[in-house]
């Protein structure tokens, strides 16, 4: 088997070597001429797939006479440039039939997704840009500047020239490729791992689009599933020993509902905890400093807690020590307190003054909130008596917000500024559970004074009645 | 009476002749027959009105106009001035007893024909009284802002607009501007609380004094009767106590009323929001809305709407001077017609406010 597939290639490099030796312009030019182009042109794949000068420049292989063989006549084009190299290009590579005569598979669509890309103007990129010319490879072939390796190198040659760049998006960072130097993934890929995330791993080959336009397969709610076809592959990360449920963790976490099912963009995505083009896992110190760039507050509060001098000193991951990181749920109360749920006891033990704080705080939350509905059902109730409770109802509006704060001054591990940040929720709801019980009362005292005056009407009309009749009587 | 009673009774009656208005008191008497319970009618009606004057000018000590004020204010009322509730509540229900009562007196007087000669400019000057009425109604509608009195008052100001030529500007000054806004709501204020009743209070005047001079009317059957065979009460004090007890019984219809169905305020007046569905007028209206919404849009080359008005207004007039014309009854003869007549708009009244509610 082994000497058949030796012969066949043999045999099949023989015959398109003998191919393009009755090629005009080759041999001209490599005789003759001894240009660069036709120095390279051997090493490249549509040479070794008999694809002629001709095929690409136009003109007529078969001629030895230059003056037929590259007329205008016989279709010479000479250099393409722009938009002509492209159309050069698509005489191939937009048909199937011509593209399964070569026996490729590579999909003929690529110049209409590029055509839609960021890049698909021709006075950015066309084909050769990135493939280059007369050195064409494939893919695969470690040499080509698509290859893994050199393909991180080839993008930043654009991306990483602000004066360039400045041409067409002065906004745009010129640092990804530093950024992607420091990035397990650029670490990875310098040492020759070619299964780590290149650009076009992320950003897409052909159809690249900013990462802002949903199109894209780095726009905020698209990129978790794009680092999940890697990072939720079990058998593709097999030889990193890091978990591959992230995504899956993440989806239902408060930030995945967030961003993959509410369609929120300000939640966030894989990149804004990890980086994106620097990706890391961000490291124990500088938890609380990432979910801090939108939880600001929260980690404010933390930083001036106990908590954050003892957790650098044990190196324990602050926010991810209670919260989680992939699987954050929203909060509950249950995390505060001493009960079997809570996240306090697994640090802090009975008699510990961190044990007390814990439990106070979550005591006074708890009454606030069950007094907080105590005194909705009382208004309900008023209302539902046809009293007018709109003010205690306005006057309520405020305990949420208060709660809110208190939820977020359990940060800080202190009790007073705790007490000092829920006393006036507990203020608020004492007047409005007084206005709902004083409008239950006057429903009352309506119903009694108007028994009353009833009463004294009733007694009036009757006192007038008998008066009426003995009035009449004497008559 | 002791001494200084007496005293003081003698030295107004030097200066204002007092004596002999009791004596005319004590002599009047009220005719007494099967339908004298319809004579109750009136003094019902006076009675509410005193209450909503009295709550009227209670209302006035809180209530401020203005689009940003008018809402909040009957909300303070209500919640939180002492007893606001109830006098908003009762100025509500009386308004619309009184309407009741007034219509009630109106038809008990007609087919009771007490409308006949001498007592002709009676029974006009009542007639201008329900119009006064109803429009004491309609301003005061929409003096609490709320979405239901604007949406109300906007559907009701618009037919003016379809009377031909003059409709648009006259719906102008009425609203006081394109639409109805804060400027209608002054307006309407202006008129609910100033000049309404100076005309109401006058014309009532009128109205009292005319049945003072002329007494209450007999039943035109009384005429044929002997002289000993009609029977009197004395006004002094057997009707006047009659009265009394009715008007107090009615005083605890109102707060059982104002306890028990408190009048809702429902919400701000928002004149961007859609109108609520099934927006209607209040049911006194109702069966001249029902009449323009079931006309066509065009009778007789004339717009269905002001159609509409001018038969009503025809119809209003010819009711207003039915003294006048109905001469049968003056002579002394019986009238049917008046009687099928007074039926039939009866009925139609009554038919179209039950249309009213039930359709849509």
């Given at each position: 088997m082994k000497k058949f597939v030796i012969l066949a290639i043999v045999l099949f490099t023989l015959t398109f070597a003998l191919s393009q030796g009755k090629d005009g312009c080759y041999n001209c030019h490599k005789d003759?001429?001894?240009d660069k182009a036709t120095e390279l042109y051997p090493k490249d794949v549509h040479f070794k797939l008999g694809v002629s000068c001709a095929d690409c420049?136009?003109?007529?292989?078969?001629?030895?006479?230059m003056e037929v063989a590259m007329s205008k006549g016989k279709g010479f084009i000479g250099i393409p440039k722009g938009d002509k190299i492209i159309d050069v290009c698509l005489?191939?590579?937009?048909?199937e039939m011509v593209m399964k005569k070569f026996g490729s598979n590579i999909d003929v669509n690529q110049f209409k997704l590029f055509k839609a890309s960021?890049?698909?103007?021709s006075e950015i990129?066309?084909?050769?840009?990135?493939?280059?010319?007369?050195n064409i490879k494939k893919v695969?072939?470690?040499?080509?500047?698509?290859y893994p390796t050199s393909e991180v190198r080839l993008c930043s040659?654009?991306?990483?020239?602000a004066n360039y760049m400045k041409k067409f998006?002065?906004?745009?960072?010129?640092?990804q490729f530093e950024k992607y130097k420091t990035s397990v993934h650029g670490q990875r890929i310098l040492k020759g791992d070619t299964k780590v995330a290149t650009c076009s791993d992320c950003?897409?080959?052909?159809?690249i689009f900013p990462?802002?336009?949903?199109?894209?397969?780095?726009?905020a709610s698209t990129l978790p599933k794009t680092c999940a076809r890697?990072?939720?592959d079990a058998n593709y990360m097999r030889d990193y020993?890091?978990?591959?449920?992230q995504y899956e963790k993440y989806a239902q976490s408060v930030h995945g509902k967030a961003l993959l099912?509410?369609?929120?963009?300000s939640a966030p995505a894989c990149?804004?905890?990890?980086?994106?083009?620097?990706?890391i896992p961000p490291g124990v110190k500088s938890i609380s400093h990432v979910c801090g760039i939108c939880h600001a507050l929260n980690a404010e509060m933390f930083s001036r807690s106990p908590h954050a001098e003892v957790f650098e000193k044990r190196n324990i991951p602050q926010c991810e020590?209670?919260?989680?990181?992939?699987?954050?749920?929203?909060?509950?109360?249950?995390?505060?307190?001493?009960?079997?749920?809570?996240?306090?006891i697994k640090c802090h033990r009975e008699g510990e003054k961190g044990f007390e704080v814990a439990k106070q705080m979550r005591d006074m939350i708890d009454t606030l909130v069950m007094r907080t509905n105590r005194a909705k059902a009382i208004l309900d109730e008023a209302e539902f008596k046809g009293m007018d409770v709109s003010d205690a109802r306005y006057d309520m509006n405020d305990v949420p917000q208060i709660l809110i704060k208190a939820r977020t001054v359990?940060?800080?591990?202190n009790l007073d500024e705790f007490k000092e940040t829920i006393a006036p929720g507990y203020e608020i709801i004492d007047r409005v559970t007084k206005a709902g019980l004083d409008a239950i009362d006057e429903y009352y005292f309506r119903r009694w004074g108007l028994g009353m005056s009833t009463l004294i009407i009733t007694i009036l009309v009757i006192a007038l009645y008998f008066k009426i009749k003995q009035i009449e009587r004497k008559k | 009476m002791g001494v200084l009673g007496e005293k003081f009774f003698n030295w107004f009656d030097e200066r204002y002749k007092i004596r002999s208005f009791i004596e005319f008191m004590s002599h009047k008497t009220v005719p007494w027959h099967?339908?004298?319970?319809?004579?109750y009618f009136g003094g019902v009606s006076l009675f509410l009105f005193i209450i909503q004057v009295v709550t009227g000018i209670l209302l006035l000590l809180y209530y401020r106009v203005g689009e940003d004020s008018s809402y909040e204010s009957v909300q303070f009322i209500v919640?939180?001035?002492?007893?606001g509730w109830l006098i908003r509540s009762i100025h509500s229900w009386s308004a619309n007893l009184m309407i009741l009562a007034v219509f009630i007196h109106m038809f008990s007087v007609y087919f009771t024909k007490a409308y006949r000669k001498p007592r002709e400019l009676t029974w006009v000057t009542g007639f201008l009284l329900l119009i006064f009425s109803l429009t004491f109604g309609f301003s005061g509608?929409?003096?609490?802002?709320n979405e239901l009195a604007f949406f109300a008052t906007k559907v009701g100001t618009?037919?003016?607009?379809?009377?031909?030529?003059i409709g648009k500007e006259l719906l102008r000054i009425v609203r006081g501007?394109?639409?109805?806004?804060g400027a209608t709501l002054a307006r309407f204020f202006g008129l609910h609380v100033a000049i309404l009743p100076g005309i109401f209070t006058v014309i009532l005047f009128l109205h009292l004094l005319f049945i003072q001079i002329q007494g209450m009317s007999e039943p035109p059957?009384?005429?044929?009767?002997?002289?000993?065979?009609r029977k009197y009460i004395p006004f002094f004090p057997n009707f006047l106590l009659r009265d009394l007890l009715l008007w107090l019984i009615i005083l605890n219809i109102l707060a059982i009323l104002a306890v028990f169905f408190p009048w809702e305020l429902g919400k701000k007046a928002d004149p961007f929001a859609p109108a609520p569905a099934g927006i209607k007028p209040e049911w006194y209206f109702l069966f001249m809305y029902q009449t323009l919404k079931l006309l066509p849009a065009k009778v007789l080359f004339i717009e269905g709407e002001f159609f509409g008005l001018l038969i009503f207004t025809v119809a209003g007039i010819l009711w207003m001077l039915v003294p006048f014309w109905d001469v049968k009854t003056d002579k002394g003869y019986r009238n049917r017609l008046i009687n099928y007549i007074g039926l039939f708009v009866l009925i139609y009244m009554l038919t179209m406010t039950i249309l009213g509610y039930v359709l849509d």
């Open positions: 003759a001429v001894g420049h136009g003109g007529d292989k078969t001629s030895d006479d005489k191939c590579h937009s048909n960021v890049h698909g103007k990129a066309t084909c050769v840009t990135c493939h280059g010319v007369h695969n072939d470690p040499t080509s500047p698509v040659k654009c991306h990483s020239d998006n002065p906004a745009l960072p010129t640092d950003h897409s080959a052909h159809d990462a802002n336009d949903p199109r894209s397969t780095v726009f890697c990072h939720s020993k890091i978990p591959t449920d099912e509410k369609g929120d963009l990149n804004d905890c990890h980086g994106n083009h620097g990706a020590v209670c919260h989680g990181n992939h699987l954050i749920e929203r909060p509950t109360d249950e995390m505060l307190g001493i009960s079997t749920k809570s996240t306090c359990i940060h800080t591990a | 099967r339908h004298s319970i319809w004579y919640s939180k001035v002492k007893f509608y929409l003096l609490p802002w618009e037919i003016i607009g379809s009377i031909p030529v501007g394109e639409d109805v806004t059957e009384w005429e044929k009767l002997p002289p000993e065979k």
